[in-house]
């Protein structure tokens, strides 16, 4: 019998009506799914339990007038060589606000102004710490834009070259739960390899 050579994944074609009108849906219902046939050593780890110490961080989400992100390379332990959101601990006797304000300068050389909330994240940290991660809105007040303290690089990234960097993981979902990044961006991420197999290409 001639194969299919059109034959993908039953996970990325098996979408309902339901789910084409509601696409974030289609996505959570396709990753659990991909997930639940995967050996159970293979899916990523959750983190709801803490050995050590849960530590309190802020970070900031800056977008220029092109709509690029802000980003840093982070230089050390334990997300050295990822590119994540500027920021970090929020020393004693600080706000969120006050310890956004230094770290952004540390780290990118800019000042900025605090805005609101848009979610906070739990990461794993050093020795079994968890890293309390609560993300802020911001905008730039002066400074120039160059990599300090624990960044390596630090750069404006349009929406696009995101799927070319090695990002933190969660961000881009995260971002995209915030309204942040566009859903349309994160769904044309997701279908990717379905493009790369219709064309004949390999990842």
Known sequence: ???????????????????????????????????????????????NRVSGSVI???????K???????????????????WSLPGGR???????AEA???????????????????GSVRRPGQRGDALDIRDYAATVTGGT????????EARWVAPGELDSLPITEGLVEALTDWGVLSQRRH?????????LIRSGCSV
């Open 1 to 47: 019998m001639r194969a299919n050579r059109w034959q993908v994944p039953q996970y990325f074609i098996d979408v309902t009506k339901s789910q084409l009108l509601n696409p974030t849906r289609a996505v959570t219902d396709m990753v659990s799914r991909t997930l639940s046939r995967l050996p159970r050593r293979c899916r990523a780890p959750i983190l």
């Open 56 to 62: 309190p961080c802020v970070g900031g989400v800056i």
């Open 64 to 82: 220029d007038d092109e709509g690029r992100l802000l980003l840093i390379k982070r230089g050390h332990a334990p997300s050295a060589g990822l």
């Open 90 to 96: 929020i020393e004693p006797g600080e706000t969120d």
């Open 100 to 118: 956004l304000v230094r770290e952004m300068r540390e780290e990118t050389g800019l000042a900025v102004e605090p805005g609101r909330l848009l």
């Open 145 to 152: 834009l160059h990599a300090g303290d624990d960044a390596a």
């Open 187 to 195: 769904l044309s991420s997701y279908f990717f390899p379905l493009a």
